[in-house]
């Protein structure tokens, strides 16, 4: 069976899965023993599927997770895009009550654009010519891997913060042989984000450096910064920390999820500490 | 080549805008310009913190950091971040908190590395200190008779604390000669519920707010002869500031040594610093300091449990040591605006760097070597001087009187409100930012801060702006 038609088998039982619940009385529910609050306009309901968070009507809407004293979180997830086909979803790790990183993804269209933004990195010192000056104003650069079931499939460094990782082409969204593109009249406008299943983040324990991860239900093929294709299931965007300047964390304290897409179901959650 | 090279630097030296040594203009004649390199308040070991991570300015390693120190660095961290608990049956890492203490960790008051939140009106969570003296026969301080060298308000299971710490604040209204209004405020000390009974007639009490830790290392790696040469006891070149050393006790050596460190210089080292920090504040003993900070006749903090003997073992104070003299210094921002310039200009000719000394060297230290041979700008002498009886407390610490307190570095300054927020200034948190801080300084720096009021308000902000930048 092609792919395009298991998609469409999908879509009316995912639909159904992400079905609104309860809306719960007050803006925080625990789910899985963890603490969760809904922020700015968004609202927090339990569905068979787990902790739905849906009212994301700007960047500012979302959902407070508490970890305290954290060390690594993953949570699964069923996410719906918006009609547009222009949503995001930012994913931002506190530590000591400020952001200590974040990823961005960004839809347009049939493309997915990752990147992430770490705040452990400083700038440093160089010299030129006897004269010392700064090496750079805002540092820190980041790795960007692709696993394929749990085995690496490449990678590359070196990307500044801030700048895109990868990209994906919904069009060959699992297939790079499918010169079918998405196609919005006929395909489920939420079903580019509904591949995404996983996400997570945490501090590598030798470097102190954190990491996010992104994973999808099924093998797709990410563009990366160097040009080439590297299919797999699982991203690490990991931040490069040297030691030198860099800010040494050693836990986190929560995590934020805002964006503009239609919903986000916590359907696992699991916190390391 | 090298006799071109050498006519070069000849034509060089000569020119009219390259200031030669000895050459000591007239303040009121510095032109605003940057000067090589001056943005790089910590040398080799400064850092350009992210703007986005401003709320983390003085955490980072040094700029200059051995990569073979990161990972003692994290370890420091860890200590530093570490929970301390109550004594337990089965000893584990991180018990032996009290019996008497303020706080339970490092980082509680030393918030993000830097000053800790300010006390607030009435609060009973504050990160302030309150020492205590009595006078002795000699006028040199005492402990008080009861309470100690500080007074602990928190205890352990089964120890009641010293008392409760509350901070009260008056406010006092003041103008500009231009007329512009200003409002200070003087903090009023209300100790209440003393466990063990009044305190002696005649105890001193001095509040203390935790300083920011970033550069500790740099400070401590100025070379004691700089200092001293900055030093000018009875003011034998009449320019109205003295600078005096604080000779202190070495409890590595049993001699005495510079103090540096504290509010009036009182310690010589940041072991012995930070030794002091866990016995006090957080009533852990460590091998320099192995008894629990209890009075003689405070029978249940006497008789209480330990965590270990010592409960901070040499290689826990170590690490935290370590951590706080890698914490690196954030370069400048804006130093090259030239509102920031004009400020700087008149910074000097108001004479602050009188005591707020710009520069210095940093000696060679054969274990650390990224701390060496750096050219620092912490703004700060390390010495003493007299700032008059508004900021005075009346109580003498080692040879610092009543009315001398160190000289505080500037550096970190503009940064201080985005680690803590609502940064606080001054020994006792009073001052609300630079421009109170300012008008606070009386004694010694009573002509600095009649030349910083007499200055336009256009000046006054550029002034203002400078320290921002620092």
Known sequence: MEWKNIKRLLAPAALMLALPGTVLAADCAEFEGIQHCAIGNARLSTTSAGLEVTGFRSSSDGVNIALPGATSWQMGTALKGNAAGNASLSVTAFASGSPNSNMMLQQNGQRFDISARFTGAAGGVKSVNGAKTAATTTGGTYSALVYNNGVLQGGVGNIPNGARAMYVNHGNINNPWDPEPWDPWNDPWWWPWWWWNDTGFGLVAQTGGCFHTLSSSAPIVFNMPDGRQLRGDRVELVEEVTGSGAYPYLSFDGIRVTGTVESVTITSETVRR | ?470
Not at chain 2, 104 to 126: L, Q, T, W
Not at chain 2, 205 to 210: F, H, K
Not at chain 2, 265 to 285: C, K, R, V, Y
């Open chain 2, 1 to 470: 080549m090298k006799s071109l090279r050498t006519i070069a630097l000849l034509l060089l030296l000569g020119a009219p805008w390259f200031p030669r040594p000895g050459a000591s203009e007239p303040a009121s004649s510095v032109s605003p310009a940057t000067e090589p390199g001056e943005e790089l308040l910590a040398g080799e070991a400064t850092v350009f913190i992210n703007p986005e991570n401003l709320h983390n300015s003085f955490g980072h390693a040094l700029g200059n950091l051995d990569p073979s120190r990161w990972h003692p660095l994290r370890d420091g961290k860890r200590v530093f971040l570490m929970n301390w608990v109550e004594p337990q049956a089965d000893a584990r890492a991180g018990d032996g908190l009290g019996p008497l203490f303020n706080a339970n960790s490092c980082s509680f008051c030393h918030f993000k590395d830097g000053r800790g939140h300010p006390p607030e009106e009435g609060g009973a969570e504050i990160p302030v200190l309150v020492r205590l003296s009595v006078p002795g026969e000699d006028g040199a301080s005492l402990p008080e008779p009861r309470y100690g060298w500080q007074l602990q308000d928190h205890g352990v299971k089964g120890v009641q604390r010293e008392a409760k710490i509350i901070v009260h604040w008056e406010q006092i209204e003041g103008r500009y000669p231009d007329g512009e209004p200003y409002t200070l405020r003087r903090p009023r000390l209300d100790i209440q519920d003393l466990a063990d009974g009044p305190l002696a007639p005649g105890t001193r009490t001095s509040i203390r707010t935790p300083p920011a830790l970033h550069g500790m290392g740099l400070l401590e790696a100025i070379p004691d002869v700089a200092i001293l040469a900055l030093a000018d006891p009875a003011d034998a070149n009449g320019d109205g500031i003295s600078g005096r050393p604080n000779y202190v006790p070495d409890l590595r050596t049993g001699g005495k040594a510079l103090g540096r460190f504290g509010w009036k210089a009182n310690q010589p080292t940041l072991e012995q610093q930070n030794a002091m920090a866990f016995q006090e504040d957080m009533g852990i003993t460590s091998d320099l300091l192995p008894t629990h900070a209890c009075g003689p006749r405070q029978e249940p903090c006497l008789t209480a449990g330990h965590g270990g003997q010592p409960e901070a073992p040499l290689y826990e104070l170590g690490r935290v040591t370590l951590y706080t003299r890698l914490l690196a210094v954030p370069a400048r921002r804006d130093w090259q605006d030239p509102t920031v310039l004009r400020g700087k200009t008149l910074f000097r000719q108001a004479g602050c760097e009188s005591c707020h000394h710009p520069r210095f060297e940093t000696a060679a230290k054969a274990a650390l070597p990224e701390l060496s041979g750096q050219t620092i700008r912490p703004y700060t002498d390390l010495l003493l001087h007299d700032m008059g009886p508004e900021l005075a407390d009346g109580r003498p610490d080692f040879e610092a009187d009543g009315n001398e307190w160190r000289t505080a570095p500037l550096w970190g300054l503009g940064l201080l409100k985005n680690v803590t927020k609502d940064a606080r200034l001054l020994h006792d948190g009073r001052a609300r930012g630079a421009e109170e801080a300012i008008l606070w300084h009386g004694g010694e720096a009573e002509a600095a801060r009649e030349r910083f009021k007499n200055l336009s308000k256009a000046d006054r902000a550029a002034f203002l702006r400078f320290l921002d930048s620092l």
